[in-house]
């Protein structure tokens, strides 16, 4: 299976079922615009028709099938769309941060390959992108413009300067749809052979890894697959549409969209995992300070906040958050912070402000796509833990001469199951350092678990550093 029946035409018993329902699904915060799941599908199947058209050789798609196509774009409406719309024809998705120079787009074009590259719609993103693609000789015609809900209210452009733009494409394909007949859709897919989910590429998302520079991580169909239904039976999301469960209410609740969807956890946790399970998506494209952020948790309702440290010290110290906090303390329900280490002090002074707010910190890398652990649901809180494993999932504490540690002991912390993906991209070397036999993926972290299973991550053992939650060699 891959990620766009998943999400699309695989509805098994523990799915919360929204077809029919109405319930927006993702939401861009600046205009209010919405899609429900059958919004999504169908601008899915339209945008993936006009790119087969248009930029993949005719109606069979043949020439996207198995190749990389890079998202260099913030957070929009459009972001989840071309992610699926790609897997549908075959692709791979590989996402850019959109803060990169041209230079180091350009690394990220040459590594992965890509032959085709979506941009934001702002000159900065435009001027760098079309410079990057340029030297990585993608072509002009192949370079698409993602709009803003906000210009495609206002009628957006089929191409702007010679260039396809997403709202374009889907228009194409929506006449072509007209023409050909509904048959048109059966025939622009590629559908996987039984078990191609677990070895045909869907992300090649870059991690720092160990060492050296960003490396892309290749990561299979079946590995989101997997965490997202952990991430259900781990969480205890009920199976059906308004039943309140310990930690989420199906077709009611409302996540956070604010952290980058380039990223694992982003595409992971907010377009699939909340999205499959009936929880609703706001994307906001950049953080613009703390009160837009609480504006929109108010206009919205945004009931799960996925964090990282700096917001939530920025939620602790900034005077301006006190107005806000009697609705916020209402809406609130569950929050995650990951990305880097959140400490003992910080999480006492963050839950001081939202005292009923169930809270707890997770863990997980590129690497691993994505979350291994998680305060579990109705947990005390356990200040300075990174969480309890996952289901079908293992973690060892290995000591330096490769024995396992005691419990309470550090070492580096090692974890296998289905979410671990399947090493590098043209990197032997670096792939055989973190991936061992048995299954086992080497984290870099050295940590501890005590007996109640609570996995402390005590100190980094990678040659890297992180700043506002991104990875940075030094």
Same mark, same amino acid.
């Given at each position: 299976?891959?990620?766009?029946?998943?999400?699309?035409?695989?509805?098994?018993?523990?799915?919360?079922?929204?077809?029919?329902?109405?319930?927006?699904?993702?939401?861009?915060?600046?205009?209010?615009?919405?899609?429900?799941?059958?919004?999504?599908?169908?601008?899915?199947?339209?945008?993936?028709?006009?790119?087969?058209?248009?930029?993949? @050789?005719?109606?069979?798609?043949?020439?996207?099938?198995?190749?990389?196509?890079?998202?260099?774009?913030?957070?929009?409406?459009?972001?989840?769309?071309? &992610?699926?719309?790609?897997?549908?024809?075959?692709?791979?998705?590989?996402?850019?941060?959109?803060?990169?120079?041209?230079?180091?787009?350009?690394?990220?074009?040459?590594?992965?390959?890509?032959?085709?590259?979506?941009?934001?719609?702002?000159?900065?993103?435009?001027?760098?992108?079309?410079?990057?693609?340029?030297?990585?000789?993608?072509?002009?015609?192949?370079?698409? +413009?993602?709009?803003?809900?906000?210009?495609?209210?206002?009628?957006?452009?089929? #191409?702007?300067?010679?260039?396809?733009?997403?709202?374009?494409?889907?228009?194409?394909?929506?006449?072509?749809?007209?023409?050909?007949?509904?048959?048109?859709?059966?025939?622009?897919?590629?559908?996987? #052979?039984?078990?191609?989910?677990?070895?045909?590429?869907?992300?090649?998302?870059?991690?720092?890894?160990?060492?050296?520079?960003?490396?892309?991580?290749?990561?299979?169909?079946?590995?989101?697959?997997?965490?997202?239904?952990?991430?259900?039976?781990?969480?205890?999301?009920?199976?059906?549409?308004? &039943?309140?469960?310990?930690?989420? =209410?199906?077709?009611?609740?409302?996540?956070?969209?604010?952290?980058?969807?380039?990223? +694992?956890?982003?595409?992971?946790?907010?377009?699939?995992?909340?999205?499959?399970?009936?929880?609703?998506? &706001?994307?906001?494209?950049?953080?613009?300070?703390?009160?837009?952020?609480?504006?929109?948790?108010?206009?919205?309702? +945004?009931?799960?906040?996925?964090? &990282?440290?700096?917001?939530?010290?920025?939620?602790?110290?900034?005077?301006?958050?006190?107005?806000?906090?009697?609705?916020?303390?209402?809406?609130?329900?569950?929050?995650?912070?990951?990305?880097?280490?959140?400490?003992?002090?910080?999480?006492?002074?963050?839950?001081?402000?939202?005292?009923?707010?169930?809270?707890?910190?997770?863990?997980?890398?590129?690497?691993?796509?994505?979350? +291994?652990?998680?305060?579990?649901?109705?947990?005390?809180?356990?200040?300075?833990?990174?969480?309890?494993?996952?289901?079908?999932?293992?973690?060892?504490?290995? #000591?330096?001469?490769?024995?396992?540690?005691? =419990?309470?002991?550090?070492?580096?912390?090692?974890?296998?199951?289905?979410?671990?993906?399947?090493?590098?991209?043209?990197?032997? #070397?670096?792939?055989?350092?973190?991936?061992?036999?048995? @299954?086992?993926?080497?984290?870099?972290?050295?940590?501890?678990?005590?007996?109640?299973?609570?996995?402390?991550?005590?100190?980094?053992?990678?040659?890297?550093?992180?700043?506002?939650?991104?990875?940075?060699?030094?």
């Amino acid at each position: 299976m891959d990620l766009y029946s998943f999400m699309f035409e695989y509805f098994p018993d523990n799915r919360p079922d929204l077809r029919g329902k109405g319930i927006p699904l993702l939401i861009d915060d600046d205009t209010g615009k919405s899609l429900t799941l059958e919004d999504m599908h169908e601008r899915v199947d339209l945008l993936s028709l006009g790119m087969a058209e248009h930029l993949g @050789g005719g109606l069979d798609g043949a020439q996207i099938d198995d190749q990389t196509i890079a998202i260099f774009s913030v957070n929009t409406i459009d972001y989840p769309i071309i &992610v699926w719309a790609t897997h549908r024809l075959g692709g791979v998705i590989t996402g850019v941060n959109p803060a990169y120079t041209s230079s180091e787009l350009g690394y990220q074009l040459e590594v992965s390959n890509a032959k085709m590259l979506f941009v934001g719609e702002d000159p900065v993103s435009l001027r760098t992108g079309l410079e990057a693609a340029e030297k990585a000789g993608i072509p002009k015609e192949r370079v698409v +413009i993602i709009q803003s809900a906000a210009t495609m209210a206002k009628k957006g452009s089929e #191409k702007v300067d010679g260039h396809w733009t997403v709202s374009g494409l889907v228009e194409a394909g929506t006449q072509i749809l007209q023409k050909e007949g509904r048959g048109v859709l059966s025939s622009t897919r590629r559908k996987l #052979k039984p078990d191609e989910g677990k070895t045909k590429l869907a992300f090649l998302s870059f991690s720092s890894g160990t060492t050296g520079l960003p490396k892309g991580v290749k990561i299979v169909h079946s590995n989101p697959i997997a965490n997202v239904l952990q991430w259900l039976a781990f969480n205890e999301v009920p199976d059906k549409l308004a &039943v309140r469960g310990p930690r989420y =209410t199906p077709g009611q609740d409302v996540a956070l969209g604010l952290l980058p969807w380039f990223q +694992i956890f982003g595409v992971v946790v907010n377009l699939h995992s909340m999205m499959w399970s009936g929880t609703a998506v &706001v994307g906001i494209a950049r953080f613009r300070g703390i009160v837009p952020f609480l504006e929109s948790v108010v206009k919205y309702r +945004i009931s799960h906040w996925m964090l &990282v440290p700096p917001l939530i010290v920025l939620f602790v110290k900034d005077p301006a958050v006190e107005k806000y906090l009697d609705q916020v303390r209402q809406i609130a329900r569950f929050c995650m912070v990951g990305a880097a280490p959140c400490s003992a002090e910080l999480s006492r002074q963050f839950l001081a402000k939202l005292p009923d707010l169930d809270f707890g910190q997770g863990y997980g890398m590129t690497e691993t796509s994505t979350v +291994i652990s998680l305060a579990a649901p109705g947990q005390k809180a356990v200040y300075g833990s990174a969480g309890r494993i996952f289901p079908n999932t293992e973690a060892r504490i290995v #000591k330096p001469d490769g024995q396992d540690a005691a =419990t309470g002991d550090s070492g580096e912390l090692w974890v296998r199951g289905p979410q671990i993906t399947r090493g590098y991209l043209n990197n032997d #070397k670096a792939t055989e350092e973190m991936w061992l036999e048995g @299954g086992w993926l080497r984290t870099g972290d050295e940590a501890i678990i005590n007996d109640a299973g609570d996995i402390y991550i005590v100190d980094r053992l990678k040659e890297l550093i992180k700043v506002k939650g991104f990875q940075v060699p030094p």
